[in-house]
Nanobody
């Protein structure tokens, strides 16, 4: 079956960096778009970033543009989120997600309803 496993979360000071990884199994990885979402305590889950199945096209929520970079390595069945210049408001549980619907080569799924599989989440805490 499809499994998504996140890693790389932790505690970091404001201004620091973390790199999240999402390892996928049970799926032909390079066929599908993927994304990252996050949910802060007491808030709804929100979109962070998405990458097309080709890896060529990316999309970000405005609050992380210029600080976060999403990428994927189709040979390793792994997606990444490089997070730089972290702020306390980035504190949340981060989830990776997989959209197994057929999409255009450059499509970046950016809504939670487009995703079919989710990881268990990894906590990111940014201290001020």
């Amino acid at each position: 079956q499809v499994q998504l496993v996140e890693s790389g979360g932790g505690l970091v000071q404001a201004g620091g960096s973390l790199r999240l990884s999402c390892a996928a199994s049970g799926v032909t990885f390079n066929r599908y778009g993927m994304g990252w979402f996050r949910q802060a305590s007491g808030k709804e889950r929100e979109f962070v970033a998405a990458v097309s199945r080709s890896g060529v096209r990316t999309n970000y929520t405005d609050s992380v543009k210029g600080r976060f970079t999403i990428s994927r390595d189709n040979a390793k069945n792994t997606m990444y989120l490089q997070m730089n210049s972290l702020k306390p408001e980035d504190t949340a549980v981060y989830y990776c997600a997989l959209d197994v619907s057929y999409r255009d080569y450059y499509y970046t799924p950016s809504f939670s309803r487009e995703y079919d599989y989710w990881g268990q989440g990894t906590q990111v805490t940014v201290s001020s």
